[in-house]
């Protein structure tokens, strides 16, 4: 039978084979062995439910019903736990390979979370000042042969958006084609020049993702996402760098749940990457952050409100974990910012710096110049990571 392509098209066919690539994808052997992932947790995460401040006097006073037992919890020290939900991430705390950084911030103050996420992911200082994002910078200060990204998302994040070639695959929801199908579409497209080129290299993207999957894995959730993740990143010629999108942090409203289900999803994701990449774990980092936190009081309907400070995540076989660094500023009235939100005294971009230079063994000065700009004298932290 002959097939009209642009009726293919059309009738949405193509998705079936489940993935969304960029033209320019061409995956290569990186000249290093390390891995760096950035998770994202858009909707603004509540840094003080997931890594709890139980050791601080007006903590309980101002969360109130939403204030996490220290009991069910797990305890980091004497000051912080981490939420219930994370089972995987304390066991990483607890094999030193977690580090969880509190009070941190990007330059942004407002409450947009349009405007901070723009922020947070071009390293700017101000929303869309910035018309390239911080990862894909990163991307070329690799060395040659090593200059592919990959995220997991339905388009390439504003994070990874720049000059230098990368590329994103989202698993579909729709059925899987058949194996004939995927064959006579190839057959289809032999003989064009353009459309030839862009399915193989779709196939070969959809190969990568689904190595060693089973068809009812490959839905997608937390895990799955995890599992291709890793995928990606252990081919011998795949990315060295990825990004993933998490959302549903916002959360205004019967937050207990709500945040306990998205910690659950995030652990599994964790979970999958490290499983997945296996002995490539020991040179992986993976970085959790979000565009801001919440209010340090629980608000009239079981949530919290847009805030500022927040808590990120370093993660990983590569990472000196088993510790919570930050100055943390206290809950009291006078050390909130504004009376309300957990000040910032940790700069989130001096985090990110210092972990993607640390990682890819970049001149520290150098990369926090290239990824977040010179205006505030951006300097990326020290010691992140094992020697």
Do not use: C
């Amino acid at each position: 039978m002959d097939l009209d392509r642009r009726h293919f098209l059309a009738s949405g066919a193509l998705g079936a084979a489940a993935f969304a690539f960029a033209p320019r994808i061409a995956f290569a052997r990186a000249a290093t062995d390390r891995r760096f992932v950035f998770v994202i947790q858009r909707g603004a995460a509540d840094g003080l439910n997931i890594v709890v401040p139980y050791g601080d006097p007006a903590y309980a006073g101002l969360r109130g019903a939403l204030a996490i037992d220290p009991a069910q919890a797990t305890k980091l020290d004497g000051m912080f736990a981490l939420h219930p939900a994370l089972a995987e991430t304390a066991k990483l705390y607890q094999g030193g390979q977690a580090l969880f950084v509190q009070a941190v911030a990007s330059p942004y103050r407002e409450r947009s979370h349009f405007d901070a996420q723009n922020v947070i992911e071009t390293g700017g200082i101000a929303p869309y000042a910035v018309k390239d994002g911080w990862l894909n910078r990163l991307v070329a200060m690799l060395p040659a042969g090593g200059r592919e990204a990959v995220a997991l998302a339905p388009t390439v994040p504003m994070a990874l958006r720049g000059a230098a070639p990368v590329t994103s695959y989202a698993p579909s929801a729709l059925p899987q084609a058949t194996d004939d199908l995927l064959m006579r579409v190839a057959t289809l497209y032999q003989a064009d020049p353009q459309l030839h080129g862009l399915w193989a290299q779709a196939m070969e993207a959809r190969g990568i993702a689904a190595d060693g999957m089973s068809a009812e894995a490959r839905q997608q959730d937390a895990a799955t996402i995890g599992s291709t993740a890793a995928n990606f990143l252990r081919a011998p010629d795949g990315p060295r760098i990825a990004m993933i999108e998490t959302g549903g942090w916002d959360t205004h409203s019967g937050q207990a749940g709500r945040l306990a289900a998205q910690l659950r999803q995030l652990d599994r994701l964790i979970a999958a990457l490290r499983n997945g990449l296996g002995p490539l774990w020991s040179d992986t980092v993976v970085l959790v952050a979000t565009e801001f936190g919440r209010t340090a009081a629980a608000n009239g309907t079981g949530g919290t409100d847009h805030g500022t400070a927040s808590a990120a995540m370093l993660l990983g076989g590569a990472v000196k974990g088993g510790r919570v660094i930050g100055d943390w500023p206290g809950l009291t009235p006078a050390a909130l910012l504004d009376g309300r939100d957990l000040k910032p005294t940790t700069d989130l971009y001096a985090l990110a710096a210092g972990a993607a230079a640390q990682t890819f063994a970049l001149d520290p000065g150098r990369a926090g110049q290239a990824l977040f700009g010179s205006e505030r004298g951006v300097r990326p932290m020290e010691g992140l990571l094992k020697a």
